[in-house]
């Protein structure tokens, strides 16, 4: 079956470095995604990697390991609008664009 | 347009009611989704359009959904004899190219009562 797995809830502080994990078991991989969604909007597109490795935009970077079905978001500096609905996706093997989505982690920026 | 819009932003119906629900993409976009956010959930893939190709309706979740995109453009998802278990947030994206490249509507939110 198609699984893609994250925790549900995590808490930071302001300032402060956090990592968002995602496991996916697909029967394809064409891409894994990186969505923000901020509660009662629509989720808009933070990374997409492809190829095995690191890919740093700003603040926001995104690793992924093919070989263990295994990626990450790193947020730096948070800051308190970084407070939203991560949400992490996986294009399969058909490449059509439909992708299969992960249930969210919901991260809560503190002061 | 700008963006993808869709319309209504909210909607309360009764149970067994039909709801349509509209979706317009982004100028020139090709391919079109619909997927289904329910509280607490993640997004769940329900019907895809790609050009003048037959949909893929593999997530339609029974056959009270159905989905239809005119001239390529405007979609409209239509749920009929709504259930209680159909509220949710049902949003629309569109893409030039793919995963690649979505951009997703502010959804509409359904609420059957």
């Known amino acids: 079956g198609q699984n893609i797995d994250q925790p549900t809830e995590m808490t930071a502080t302001e300032g402060a470095i956090v990592q968002i994990n995602c496991t996916y078991q697909?029967?394809?991989?064409?891409?894994l995604f990186w969505y923000q969604q901020h509660a009662g909007e629509a989720p808009t597109f933070l990374s997409y990697n492809v190829l095995d490795g690191l890919e740093e935009k700003g603040r926001f970077s995104s690793f992924l390991s093919r070989s263990k079905g295994y990626s990450y978001l790193l947020l730096k500096e948070l800051q308190m609008k970084d407070s939203a609905s991560y949400l992490c996706a996986v294009e399969g093997s058909s490449n059509t664009g439909k992708l299969i989505f992960g249930q969210g982690t919901t991260l809560q920026v503190k002061p | 347009g700008a963006g993808v819009s869709q319309s209504p932003s909210n909607k309360v119906t009764e149970k067994g009611k039909d709801v349509e629900l509209r979706c317009d993409p982004i100028s020139g976009h090709t391919a079109l989704y619909w997927y289904r956010q329910s509280l607490g959930q993640g997004l769940e893939f329900l019907i895809y359009?790609?050009?003048?190709?037959?949909?893929?309706k593999s997530g339609l979740p029974s056959d009270r959904f159905s989905a239809e995109r005119t001239g390529g453009s405007v979609s409209t998802l239509t749920i009929q004899r709504t259930q209680q278990e159909d509220s949710a947030v049902y949003l629309c994206?569109?893409?030039?190219?793919?995963?690649?490249?979505?951009?997703f509507g502010s959804g509409t939110r359904l609420t059957v009562v």
């Open positions: 697909t029967s394809g991989f064409n891409g």
């Open positions: 359009f790609q050009g003048n190709s037959a949909p893929d």
């Open positions: 994206a569109s893409s030039l190219y793919g995963g690649n490249g979505y951009t």
